[in-house]
């Protein structure tokens, strides 16, 4: 989970003039608090099935700001269908909550790169490094080593797409 500028009980602790990287205080204790409802929404919610135990590290990123790494170990292994139950890696329908697809389109959609943007910070002498562009895949798979590879369905399969200009701009 990684800290969001716009969260309400931020926001609203600032004086005119005043952004989340320059109250600290705030941000750290409004984090935590949003950090232990995850943990208890994912531990006592069962979200996941019933778990052993979990982990976590909270890492400050550039600008002063927080996310959190967050392991869980599952009494159960997960089936890539259970997977797709609880975690999506594609674009949300838009008829079905436009909020949910404005949040995923406006923060989590990697790019531009490649021709588009050769500077960006996933390109090295004119190679992708963060193992973008990923794969469309049709379902979700396990690779070798264990872990998930997210169903990310094409057009054709019943996915969607948007399209970025260079500057970052859905069109």
Known sequence: MTYNHAWSEITRELVPGQNSTDRHDLTARVFKIKV????V????????????????SIEWKKRGLPQVHLLLWLMEKLCPNQMDEVISAEIPNPENGRKFYDTVTKNMIHGPCGALNPSSPCMKEGKYTKKYPRA???????????????????????GRTIT????????
């Open 36 to 39: 232990q409802k995850l943990v």
């Open 136 to 158: 469309l895949l049709k379902d979700t798979q396990i690779n070798d080593e264990g872990y998930p590879l997210y169903r990310r369905r094409a057009p054709e399969d019943g």
């Open 41 to 56: 929404v994912l531990t006592k919610g069962k979200i996941f099935g019933d778990m052993k135990c979990f982990l976590y």
């Open 164 to 171: 970025q200009n260079s500057l970052g701009g859905k069109r």
